[in-house]
């Protein structure tokens, strides 16, 4: 697989788990968060081995960054059943799992 | 002296706890006298739930697990779920505690410390318990089956929620894209008969589902899934398209409430 190929699996999953951890957190009062915070765990898992196969250099990581924030925004837009807080929580969760993987 | 001794329940009183001398001993334990009080067994509160049925070993333990939560500070109620009560086959055992504390990680900590096994623990503030038992299938099914140290019944009375049910639908739909673990997709396919029972009103029995889940996967498929084994694209293909049949069906189910 071409690192760009990694760079779109990679952003996918990422933005994917991201939805469902803002999901979890702007949901807080209708789901035991916790538990279903897992469905998260398990894609950041999944993008954690899509991120560990590359060497990753600065421009992929500000490609990876840019791609994702468009991925996540359009997820989260897909989704009206989520509370209208959830747009507050893209950067900061961002800045977080990009942390978390190494590619800040 | 000659040992003198009774045994005797605590009893609640207005402002102590108390225990009474026995009518024929008030001439040997008087006004005044000094004694020892000792704790010879702890009580045992334990509700089970109907159609439970449980070995006498797993019973006294859970009994034991859930009186050491539920004295606690800040417990209001606790329950054991999950495969523990149902399966030998289990991991850990899966606690729900109501409280409005953040307490898991205390929790977590003292039964391990002293029950040496592996527990999961979710907490939540009694507010959002009453909300779930209403509203969510999984949080229905899970107390299906439970056992807690106090009395529990599930509400007859469902509510249907537009968005929670879209919010449970996330994982699922995420599947139809997604090659996940085939525990991932256990986990999806269990969680949409779920909402299915749900929204047909009808009880949420973990062991059905599984009964479920086997005729309509055939035995093969069904252990693949369980045992978190690999698939192959044919498998996966077949499973997906159930899983996509499955949430049209509910969304389908969900629209036609929306239009009533």
Redesign the interface.
Known sequence: MGKKQSIGELT??LA?SL??KI?SIV?K????S???AK?AE??LK?AQKVSLKENWNSYDKSEIKQELEKKLTKELEE?T??DESKFNHINSEITLVLKLLELD | METLKFIHKISKGTRFNQIYIPIEMKTIFEVGDSVEVRLIKKKTAQYISKNLEIGEFKKKLSAEIVNFISQLTGVEQAFLVGSFLTSVDYKDVDVLIISEKIIEEKVYSLLTEKFGMKFHIITMPKNRFDFLIKACPLTRSMLYFFISNKKFELPKEIVIDKKHIEFLLMMPKDLLEIKLSSKVFYDNFRRLIAIEKFLENKEINPLEINKEMREELKEKLFSYLKNDEELDKKSIEKIREIIKSKIKKIEENLWERNKV
């Open positions: 996918s999953l994917k939805r469902h999901g949901n009062n209708e789901i035991y916790q538990k279903y469905d398990v894609l999944e989704k059943f989520l």
